[in-house]
């Protein structure tokens, strides 16, 4: 690592005060109201009924809907999963019937003949100012239909299967499209309101913009006075924060949704336990090695469909990130373990990645990247569909994450400080590891050797006192319980783990859980990190080279998930955001190719139509633009065609981002198309 380059030195443009943080502050509240008034306003209201076995209506929850537009299964089974009352209705062992009633008004443009139809698995039923309106399958039913509001209400039952329904409409000379939500609204007022908050966001953009073109006016006639001087010279800190909200808001949008349900129900395994812990004061939640607990001790659970057999005590992981999202549940005002819900649970894993990205930046910066690559670091970190969907998981590894990332800034503030505590804190976190998943001695490991290569050999002994300090508890925890069945589970795991170079190459393969997805990403960072290899940054190898070691010898017979690599993109990140520096620098097409047909190319096939994606001119014409200013330079260098090279690269950067803001808005239908791709 860089000393010269640690975080806690004092930068231009990194200067403390009070107005920096009000400033940052005013600028995340700007972006937030914008990103606001600019959200779908329009929808109908959708009462989302279950029919019990002797006919009668539940209500289950009531919502706006910006649309009847469910394409994907998920999409409706969540509004049952997160709202079903099980202290009331009971627990579902089947996924109950789906009964959806929406009414509100429509919004018709002009005066027309317009055309409906629905895509349903089940039953569907719609009418228009009261007069039914006949549906049919692969069918369009015209209506003549007078400009202004018009009452309209949609029924959609789903007894069994997957639901999925569409209500579409064609207007005058238009396309079949599902109906807009600015054409929908419970009433009148709620229509016009969504004009006017998009008129105000477009106000507030334009004055934005005059605001953004003024100061950068004063910062180029160089009057180096006033909030122009501060906003110059601390842009890294406004950029630091403008990511963060980025990074929340990609995170949050649909965050309850994708990953599916039960895609892996390691998710309720966490939250099952802990909120058991917290509440009956034992850990309880279903286990991969039931067979190994006594009869008496083992319940089986069918829910929404799913089977699941809870054993008592739980000791197939260590139980810190399950402690965690039980309290943040409990504080959430959750009754019954089978209430802790996605929408529930995954704020925690959310929120862990906004500090590591925080932490990421002193990271880079401790490994020897420049601000700029610093900041590009953490642009990666935050918009990479692949990283943003696996920390929505609730997994360990999440946790684990941070606590990585930690244990490395402390042990170069140790080396820096040389005092006791700083080693103390990097034992604190190693300890915290080995609560958090038994993948943590990577964490351990990892410490210890880069005290022992700085010659802090007592901070190694006190940073390891205190790791076996916590390994300690542990057991005790678990003597505290059951130290037999303790004991049988850990033998259990240990007989189940394989080793072979099979492992390394899984590690290879891009996975959010289980299944692939934007492999090219990926590969693009394992890529990037083997451009580090001979670089001086390549310190930032070690911590990725002992966790993939230990993960793969860890890994049990079935196979390496995707959550398995979530404490590694941080380091790869590091390295993505160095060779992004670089390749805008140097603007050539050594750089930009492998960067093309990776990352971008990926990006590119998710976000554009399929029609688009597949089209062999698109592609042609695509590669032809993008590598074109790199041949032309390459026959004739000279400032301008250096220049229109750089612009190429930047173009191709933003494009990155851009299209995988648009796959993370799309998410559903992108990532449902996705699932089962081997």
């Known amino acids: 690592?860089?000393?010269?380059?640690?975080?806690?030195?004092d930068r231009p443009g990194w200067r403390r005060g009070p107005s920096s943080y009000v400033l940052v502050v005013a600028a995340a509240a700007y972006l937030l109201?914008?990103?606001?008034?600019?959200?779908?306003?329009?929808g109908l209201p959708g009462a989302y009924y279950s029919r019990a076995t002797d006919g009668r209506e539940i209500l289950v929850h009531r919502r706006i809907d910006h649309g009847v537009d469910f394409p994907v299964p998920q999409q409706l089974d969540a509004a049952y999963l997160s709202h079903w009352d099980v202290k009331e209705w009971g627990v579902p062992d089947e996924r109950p019937p789906y009964l959806v009633r929406w009414s509100g008004l429509l919004l018709v443009p002009s005066n027309g003949k317009y055309g409906f139809s629905v895509d349903a698995r089940g039953e569907s039923a719609l009418s228009i100012d009261a007069v039914p309106v006949a549906l049919r399958p692969d069918a369009i039913t015209v209506r003549d239909l007078q400009a202004g509001l018009h009452r309209i209400a949609f029924d959609y039952l789903s007894a069994e299967g997957e639901a999925r329904v569409i209500l579409r409409w064609q207007p005058p000379g238009g396309a079949l499209r599902p109906i807009p939500a600015a054409s929908l609204g419970a009433d009148g007022a709620a229509i016009n309101r969504g004009r006017v908050?998009?008129?105000?966001?477009?106000?507030?953009?334009?004055?934005?913009?005059?605001?953004?073109?003024?100061?950068?006016?004063?910062?180029?006639?160089r009057r180096a006075g006033g909030e122009?001087?501060?906003?110059?010279?601390?842009r890294s800190r406004l950029a630091l924060g403008a990511i963060l909200i980025l990074a929340a808001l990609l995170r949050f949008h649909d965050y309850a949704l994708v990953p599916f349900h039960n895609e892996t129900a390691d998710e309720y395994q966490h939250?099952?336990?802990?909120?058991?812990?917290?509440?009956e004061g034992a850990p309880v939640s279903w286990s991969f090695f039931a067979g190994s607990y006594p009869a008496s001790q083992i319940h089986g659970l069918q829910w929404f469909g799913n089977g699941y057999v809870l054993v008592r005590p739980y000791f197939d992981h260590p139980p810190l990130m399950s402690i965690l999202v039980g309290l943040v549940s409990s504080l959430a005002g959750v009754n019954h373990f089978l209430e802790c819900t996605l929408s529930v649970m995954r704020p925690v894993p959310i929120i862990l990645s906004l500090i590591g990205i925080l932490l990421l930046h002193r990271l880079a910066l401790v490994y020897g990247a420049s601000e700029r690559h610093a900041l590009l670091a953490v642009l990666v970190y935050a918009?990479?569909?692949?990283?943003?969907?696996?920390?929505r998981l609730v997994k360990a590894e999440n946790l684990l994450a941070v606590l990585f990332m930690g244990a490395v800034l402390l042990v170069e503030r140790h080396d820096r400080s040389g005092k006791a505590q700083d080693a103390a804190l990097v034992g604190l976190l190693c300890g915290l590891s080995i609560w958090t998943k038994a993948p943590g001695v990577a964490v351990v490991v990892t410490a210890v050797v880069l005290l022992l290569s700085r010659r802090r050999f007592r901070g190694a002994a006190l940073a390891l006192l205190v790791t076996a300090g916590f390994l300690v508890l542990y057991l005790a925890y678990a003597a505290a319980f059951d130290f037999g069945i303790f004991l049988e589970i850990f033998r259990v795991q240990s007989t189940s783990k394989w080793a072979s170079f099979e492992g390394f190459l899984d590690l290879l393969q891009g996975r959010v859980v289980e299944l692939h997805f934007g492999r090219g990403w990926y590969l693009w960072l394992l890529l990037c990190a083997g451009v580090m290899a001979f670089r001086k940054e390549r310190a930032l190898l070690l911590p990725v080279a002992i966790y993939a070691g230990l993960i793969v010898l860890m890994a049990d017979f079935r196979v390496l998930y995707g959550w398995n690599r979530i404490p590694l993109y941080p380091f790869l990140c590091v390295a993505a955001g160095i060779y992004l520096g670089k390749m805008i620098e140097a603007s050539d097409l050594s750089r930009v190719f492998p960067f093309a047909i990776t990352a971008l190319a990926t990006g590119l096939t998710l976000a554009l139509p399929p029609p688009l994606a597949g089209s062999r001119p698109a592609v042609a014409l695509f590669a032809l633009v993008a590598v074109a200013?790199?041949?032309?330079?390459?026959?004739?260098?000279?400032?301008l065609t250096?220049?229109?090279a750089r612009a190429t690269t930047l173009a191709l950067v933003a494009l990155l981002l851009l299209t995988s803001v648009a796959v993370i808005g799309d998410l559903p239908e992108i990532y449902s198309a996705t699932r089962g791709v081997q």
Do not use: D, K, Q
């Open 642 to 644: 250096t220049r229109l």
């Open 383 to 391: 918009v990479l569909p692949v990283i943003v969907m696996s920390h």
């Open 1 to 9: 690592m860089e000393r010269e380059l640690g975080p806690s030195e």
């Open 228 to 234: 122009t001087a501060w906003i110059v010279a601390n």
């Open 629 to 639: 200013p790199y041949l032309v330079r390459l026959a004739h260098e000279t400032p």
């Open 271 to 279: 939250a099952w336990e802990g909120w058991h812990l917290l509440h």
């Open 33 to 42: 109201l914008i990103w606001g008034l600019f959200r779908p306003t329009g």
């Open 197 to 221: 908050r998009r008129l105000t966001g477009w106000s507030l953009i334009a004055v934005g913009a005059v605001a953004a073109l003024f100061a950068w006016a004063r910062a180029h006639r």
